[in-house]
């Protein structure tokens, strides 16, 4: 009588308790009779055949306990999760700032060089990796233990990432509440925040052309007294939103109305979070998709302004003396290395909910391209609206394209209140932003939270461990961020945002990334894994790129970042105390010790020869899952037929 794939399958699983697995890299496993069902990590250092002692050989006692991993219900919702975390701010308000910066449309030169042999590979590989070990941030290093660190630094960047970048969301939220007025409270001067100095329009090329009466614009100021005039949108931004006060020593009082914000947008990231991926792929179809509607809606609007046409001009035109710059190629590097989230984590936590076989190679390369692709795009929509607001002003339009939160908060609100029914475009902008920073949020807490729970795998008591985690992270989080809704907010979040998550941090953590899989673990030994989970090798450029060139790369940019460093200023008037310098680099440090503090505390801690503890502390552990795609010896009885009856069942 013939037996069926499942059931032939469960002899095969139980004949190999007693026989050696050897994993298409060459390493060796033993998996225990043990009731959990968990398998031994692996000893010695050697692969190939050779490197399997046979039955006889008594694993070591340490084991990897095994627990149920969720998975996405549909890949898209891996896609879409994706493109949510990695798609975000950075896209709308750093890129066509940087891209204008630095030459325009030469600045796509450097941009797609470095895509392709620093973003691409570093996306694949983390991708790839969170696939191949069904881990997080933290156990995906059992790939070789002794790097472990590299875990430990992902979770700091990506804890202090979320507590600083949900401010850009309770910023935006309140400017969308304030949308909902007849009149926006940032177009005129007449509010309590203002000061005399606050003029609603700029009458320069009449100052220039002595075309005013007395030298008087709007009665009460003179074009002497133009210079120190000042808009009522950063009077608004300045003195009613941030409340601002002259330094970072001066916290003075809390932002009721921003705080409230605050709360509200983390009540949302919350409820997107709780209850896993499952729930996460789904909210992510609107929160990664809408935005897309929204820029597409602007980009209409803006191209029927008048000036529309200079600012995109202004935009793409070639500069080509910037291409021989080492400044165009550095920003280059940290815009793509920010802008795809790489070191954070978060990717790896949203591959290990993969399938196993799941092409992440051409994932990899489809979202590299969604990303790169809506960075381009946004810049036609922003220059678009802001050549709109230049041509409005008399201006030229380099006085209003600004970075960061100048871009979003100052530059754009400024040019809807010149549009017709200004509140709904403003309504709409700030509505995009809340999204673009929503999605990325709740997924850089979701991978925070996926690290913290694989250091626990063994089931819980609690029945809501998971909701009590992402709570406890939430909160946390959250009373940080009350040192963000001060009267020196701004200054502190500027330190997060210049050291805690810098370039710096993220070029230091994809350098170490791709040495420990290309020359620890093994760069061939990896693509051989890819191969037995995608069914095909990539492209030997990926493995090349992982060895040599995106490692160059990382070191390059960041040793340049070191010796051209400049000290933190905010609005390049006020210069950070020392001791506001040493608490950023306190925050930069403690990701980036992490990694050299780990690996010195494992080797000291290890017992033997240092040939010996290197060779133990290299070795990787393997997850349970493993098992089921690990094939035996090829001189082993039987073998191909149990591959086969194997690949078929787990299919």
């Known amino acids: 009588m013939e037996k069926s794939a499942s059931s032939c399958s469960l002899v095969l699983l139980e004949e190999t308790k007693k026989t050696p697995l050897l994993h298409p890299n060459g390493a060796c496993g033993y998996p225990p009779a043990a009731s959990n069902g968990s398998l031994v990590p692996l000893t010695g250092a050697g692969s190939g055949a050779g490197a399997c002692a046979g039955p006889e050989k008594k694993a070591p006692p340490a084991v990897v306990p095994y627990q149920e991993r969720e998975t996405w219900t549909r890949q898209m919702d891996f896609m879409m999760s994706c493109v949510g975390f990695a798609v975000g701010l ?104 203002n000061t005399p100095n606050c003029i609603e329009i700029f009458r320069h090329q009449d100052c220039i052309n002595g075309s005013l009466a007395n030298d008087t614009i709007n009665g009460n100021m003179t074009c002497a007294e133009l210079a120190n005039a000042r808009s009522p949108i950063i009077e608004f931004w300045e003195n009613k939103v941030l409340n601002i006060s002259s330094g970072l020593g001066e916290t003075g009082e809390f932002n009721w109305e921003l705080m409230l914000c605050l709360i509200a947008v983390w009540v949302m990231v919350y409820f997107c979070v709780w209850k896993g991926v499952k729930s996460t792929g789904k909210i992510v179809y609107f929160t990664a998709t809408f935005p897309y509607v929204v820029l597409i809606i602007l980009l209409v609007r803006g191209v029927t302004l008048p000036g529309a046409y200079d600012g995109i001009m202004f935009y793409i035109k070639p500069d080509w003396s910037k291409l ?244 933190l200023t905010y609005n390049n008037t006020y210069v950070y105390p020392w001791w506001g310098e040493v608490i950023g680099w306190c925050l930069a440090l403690s990701s980036m010790l992490c990694i050299p503090v780990s690996i010195l505390y494992k080797l000291v801690s290890a017992k033997g020869t240092f040939k010996e503890r290197w060779a133990h502390l290299t070795t990787p552990v393997w997850g349970h899952h493993h098992l089921e795609y690990m094939a035996l010896p090829s001189n082993a009885p039987g073998t191909e037929e149990n591959k086969v009856i194997i690949f078929e069942s787990v299919m």
Request: charge should be neutral; aromatic fraction near 20%.
């Open 90 to 193: 950075g896209n709308v308000w750093r890129f066509p700032y940087l891209c204008y910066k630095n030459g325009g449309g030469v600045f796509l030169i450097p941009y797609m060089l470095i895509v392709f042999v620093g973003g691409i590979p570093v996306f694949f590989l983390e991708i790839a990796l969170g696939q191949f070990m069904k881990a997080g941030s933290i156990n995906v290093w059992n790939i070789a233990p002794l790097f472990k660190g590299l875990g430990y630094a992902s979770m700091v960047i990506v804890f202090f990432s979320n507590t600083y970048y949900i401010m850009v969301l309770a910023w935006a939220f309140y400017y969308l509440i304030k949308s909902f007025n007849s009149t926006l409270p940032w177009s005129t001067c007449d509010n309590e925040w």
């Open 324 to 567: 021989w710059e080492a400044q165009v190629w550095i920003d280059a590097g940290t815009q793509i290395f920010f802008s795809y989230a790489i070191g954070l984590g978060a990717l790896t936590a949203l591959g290990s909910y993969n399938r196993f076989n799941n092409d992440c190679y051409k994932d990899a390369f489809v979202l590299a391209m969604i990303n790169s692709g809506t960075s381009f795009f946004a810049g036609f929509v922003v220059f678009s609206i802001l050549g709109f607001m230049a041509n409005e002003q008399g201006v030229h339009i380099s006085q209003v394209a600004e970075s960061g939160p100048g871009l979003a908060f100052i530059a754009y609100p400024k040019a809807v209140t010149l549009m017709p029914v200004a509140p709904l475009w403003a309504a709409l902008f700030f509505f995009m932003l809340l999204l673009l920073g929503l999605d990325s949020q709740f997924v850089g807490v979701e991978g925070f939270v996926t690290g913290i729970l694989d250091l626990f795998p063994g089931k819980s008591q609690f029945r809501y461990k998971r909701e009590i985690s992402v709570a406890v992270c939430c909160l946390l989080c959250f009373i940080i961020d009350l040192s963000m809704v001060t009267q020196a907010g701004m200054y502190v979040f500027q330190l997060f945002d210049y050291y805690s998550a810098s370039g710096m941090s993220l070029l230091w953590q994809a350098f170490w990334e791709c040495i420990v899989v290309a020359w620890v673990y093994g760069a061939d030994r990896f693509m051989d894994d890819v191969a037995l989970m995608i069914g095909y090798r990539p492209f030997p450029w990926i493995k090349w790129c992982w060895s040599f060139i995106t490692p160059a790369v990382c070191m390059g940019i960041f040793i340049f970042h070191l010796v051209n460093y400049k000290p």
